[in-house]
């Protein structure tokens, strides 16, 4: 039987690398609470993502729920999101005390629609949290427009845009702060972690403080506080993958122009979009399939495919607005568009040592799922 293909595989350094790097915890007995490799790491992240400042915590999920909780944004107050995302950005809104409104995305890259977001204003909208879905951007510079214009926060979930640019920018500059997931799966990984980015340092002060307790000293404790540290571990995770981030993504592009060929000569398989001034980091390979021309539904194509011991992800199935916890509490009918992509996306196996002859075998399963 042959191996299981899954939607990612986690990349790794060399083993000799990361015994390498991890050496000196030992010699200082030093395995968390912001060490060494912590430092490092952050130095690291902040030139290479080139951003003006930045935090490490232990994951991208509660660096999103403490970013929310460090601008102070008022209990009740309404947030402007998109429900094509992973559940993480919801919940970090409705943990916050804060009422997701659900905004519709645009069909051409499952960002968020920017037409439709200043009708959903009104006096209680405190902030904007966007997603940069796939490694897609949002129209950064309309959003920047209508926050400032309303007065409203913008935090973006940049999970999936780990070393983007825009406009050679790096893309955790744009808005109030972005947060990144470093989780296992994602183009660059510390095993768990994540960071924000931002430029106000008072901000990074209270995130550092909320990160750890909201302890401020020996004996001052400023803020309620949660437990977000990244390890000693995790961070020396961090340096060495970062080493051959670069590679990783280089890889990446040949597998991606490897199904764009092969997948761009079926009719009603629609592909990803390039975007303009954007440098991508091939985080994803969503597919769309239109029943209409395609011979077959999304779930047709993911029998077939998992007939064959690969195994795809309906990655946003459902939107995060028609999960049982949301489904009753939220407007779950306000964003056709979420709904239509949602029901018709499966994002194929896509990491950076998946052998062409794979890609060629599940391009030739999708030109014939539905014989
Ligand atoms: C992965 C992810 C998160 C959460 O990050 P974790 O590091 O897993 O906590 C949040 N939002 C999106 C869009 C994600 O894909």
């Given at each position: ?193 994540g960071c924000v980015t931002f430029s106000d340092k008072e901000i990074g002060k209270k995130l550092y403080k909320l990160k750890n307790f909201g302890i401020a000293g020996k004996e001052v404790i400023d803020y309620i506080g949660s437990n977000a540290k990244m390890n000693e571990f995790s961070a020396a995770m961090g340096i060495c993958n970062l080493r051959h981030l670069n590679e990783e993504i280089a ?121």
């Open positions: 039987m042959s191996e299981n293909i899954l939607v990612t595989r986690s990349s790794m350094p060399p083993f000799d690398e990361y015994v390498n790097e991890i050496k000196c915890i030992w010699d200082s007995h030093w395995m968390t609470n912001m060490g060494e490799k912590h430092k490092e790491l952050a130095e690291s992240l902040k030139s290479f993502l080139e951003v003006p400042e930045i935090e490490l915590l232990v994951n991208g999920h509660l660096a999103l729920e403490l970013t929310m909780q460090a601008f102070n944004l008022p209990k009740g107050g309404e947030v402007i999101t998109t429900p094509f995302t992973f559940i993480s950005t919801t919940h970090s809104i409705v943990r916050n005390g804060l009422v997701p409104v659900f905004c519709d995305i645009n069909e051409t890259d499952y960002t968020i629609d920017v037409d439709k977001i200043e009708s959903l204003i009104t006096d209680k909208t405190v902030a904007i949290v966007p997603v940069h879905v796939y490694g897609n951007i949002c129209d950064v510079e309309r959003i920047d427009e209508i926050a400032k214009k309303h007065n409203l926060k913008v935090i973006y979930d940049a999970a999936h845009a780990f070393s983007v640019k825009y406009k050679g920018k790096g893309i955790g500059s744009y808005g109030d702060a972005s947060i990144f997931s470093f989780h296992a799966t994602k183009v660059f990984n510390t095993i768990e972690g890889k990446r592009k040949v597998v991606k122009e490897r199904y764009d060929e092969l997948l761009s000569k079926i009719d009603g398989i629609k592909i990803g979009v390039g975007q303009k001034d954007v440098s991508k980091n091939y985080a994803y390979y969503p597919i769309v399939v239109d029943e209409k021309i395609y011979p077959g539904t999304r779930d047709d194509i993911c029998e077939k495919l998992e007939e064959r011991n690969i195994f795809p992800r309906k990655y946003f199935y459902p939107i995060t607005n028609q999960v049982d916890c949301y489904k009753d509490v939220f407007d779950a009918g306000n964003t056709p568009t979420a709904e239509y992509v949602s029901k018709r996306v499966l994002t194929l196996p896509f990491y950076a040592d998946l052998s062409l002859d794979k890609v060629d075998e599940i391009c030739e399963i999708i030109g014939n799922a539905s014989k």
